[in-house]
């Protein structure tokens, strides 16, 4: 690659052994200069543009043609580009979860069917599980194919269909016809975020520089936290102006943003191609040297989707309709509990790598296990006490962004072994998945029962699997992928050529 050098006046490098002469007042900085000279390298031939106080003379759109092709195919992609993209694909998924309340499907009702909010909310009880967990089934769907697709057309392109997915049924679901249709629109979107999703974090994970790659992964988490906020505030805006127009329909017609900039954005990314080396059968999965990846998977699944963190959030403009006396009760409740999921994920963004992964995972899944145990005395009082419950609410919230929450995906990245990484990927999302499809079914059935009775099934599940992990579950802060390989993989060998072979290359 070429060097930057200064000879008196002059900054050059070697153009094809011709010279252009340019002005360009803006790039004097001499340290801009040595970057703009480093990335002038396309197909092994050396260019030469010398930068002098002259005027500007036609090399410019040579120079910058050249340029820019060999940005993008032959350096790093920047980690502005990468963050954007990062950015909107944990903004979909955020406005995917966020968008579907109780309110929002409410208005919908009342679209479809006509009549008082009051009475469309009574109405909507009975169809209620089964819409809330659409979005959840879509995610699941997504997990289980999204491998075929980037078999079948390669990451990027499945990026693409899966942002594309996204803006057709979400623009399609911004028309009232009956809640089977909102429902078949909720697994769509649902699916398609997840493809997308999925599929991004893998591009922006290649792309990246090493040091770049933990901070852009954790960001994922805070995205699509603030996604979920963002929904929350559209939903405010929505509820504030419902009296003279009902334009539930914004709740989806706004998600449309995220994956549009998504597809927009994928353009610039280069593609990358899936990795050559086979995955291990399915069958070797339950054998003995998997056995603690296995349930690692499993219980890290279960924990972070079993605290009931979905029920919590999701089901919160329900919890608090009665607290605040105002008609809009429910959605300053969410608008609360939503806003400190989104600054918990900035606490754990500052410790994750100073304190280390399970010190945040358990000390997270304990303040969630006392949080819960509010919840219960609470519910369990005569009259629920407003103080008790917005105090165990935020508190539980507090502990799962700290710990399961965004402690699952760090997790996922690092305990999976090279080799067996894309059918573990799936076990673990499948894990995820399904324990928050009873989760988000079974809250309101429970409800129903007892106020305090999901609440006791979330605590039960949380002590259980947080008690095996910590003694399943290794520290993984600051060891290789060498090391942690033979920590979890049972007579595991490490590959001691691996070395000497890309030497000899």
Not at 19 to 35: S, W
Not at 360 to 384: D, E, H, K, M, Q
């Amino acid at each position: 690659m070429s060097k930057y050098r200064n000879i008196s006046h002059y900054n050059y490098i070697i153009y094809n052994n011709k010279v252009y002469y340019i002005k360009l007042n803006f790039m004097q900085n001499t340290n801009l200069l040595k970057i703009i000279s480093s990335t002038v390298y396309l197909c092994d031939t050396f260019y030469c543009i010398v930068f002098r106080n002259q005027k500007f003379e036609y090399c410019f759109t040579i120079f910058y043609t050249h340029l820019i092709v060999y940005i993008y195919f032959h350096i790093m992609v920047a980690f502005g580009l990468l963050f954007m993209l990062q950015t909107w694909a944990g903004q979909t998924v955020g406005f995917t979860i966020g968008n579907f309340s109780t309110d929002i499907m409410t208005l919908y009702y009342q679209a479809v069917y006509g009549g008082t909010f009051e009475s469309n909310n009574d109405l909507i009880q009975k169809f209620l599980s089964i819409l809330s967990i659409g979005f959840v089934v879509g995610f699941l769907l997504g997990s289980l194919t999204v491998s075929i697709w980037i078999k079948v057309i390669g990451y990027k392109k499945t990026a693409f269909v899966g942002s594309a997915i996204c803006v057709i049924f979400y623009a399609a679901g911004c028309v009232a016809v009956n809640e089977y249709y909102l429902l078949v629109m909720r697994i769509l979107t649902g699916y398609g975020s997840q493809v997308m999703a999925n599929t991004i974090v893998v591009l922006v994970g290649e792309h990246a520089e090493t040091h770049q790659r933990g901070l852009l992964g954790v960001m994922f988490q805070v995205q699509v936290c603030l996604g979920i906020l963002l929904a929350t505030i559209v939903l405010y805006l929505i509820r504030m102006f419902e009296t003279s127009y009902n334009c539930w329909w914004m709740t989806f017609a706004s998600s449309l943003i995220w994956p549009t900039l998504a597809f927009i954005t994928l353009f610039f990314i280069p593609d990358t191609k899936p990795r050559e080396t086979k995955d291990i059968h399915f069958k070797e999965v339950f054998t003995r040297k998997y056995t603690k990846i296995l349930i690692n998977c499993i219980l890290l699944g279960v924990l972070q989707m079993g605290t009931g963190v979905n029920g919590v959030l999701l089901y919160s403009t329900q919890t608090f309709n009665s607290v605040f006396n105002h008609k809009l009760s429910s959605v300053f409740g969410a608008l609360i509990l939503n806003t400190v999921n989104f600054l918990s994920t900035l606490v754990a963004l500052i410790f994750i790598e100073r304190l280390g992964r399970k010190i945040l995972l358990f000390g997270g899944s304990l303040i969630c296990c006392i949080a819960l145990v509010c919840l219960i005395i609470n519910y369990s009082l005569s009259t629920s006490n407003t103080a008790l419950l917005l105090f165990a609410s935020v508190l539980f919230i507090i502990g799962y962004e700290i710990g399961p929450g965004p402690v699952f995906y760090v997790y996922a990245s690092e305990l999976l072994p090279a080799q067996a990484k894309g059918i573990f990927t799936t076990i673990l999302n499948c894990f995820n998945h399904i324990p928050n499809i009873f989760v988000m079914y079974l809250f309101p059935v429970l409800v129903i029962t007892k106020e305090w009775l999901p609440y006791v099934t979330y605590l039960i599940c949380t002590i259980l699997t947080g008690a095996i992990l910590f003694f399943l579950s290794p520290e993984t802060k600051g060891k290789s992928q060498e090391e942690i390989d033979s920590i979890m993989l049972i007579n595991g060998k490490k590959n001691n050529n691996l070395e000497i072979e890309c030497a000899q290359v």
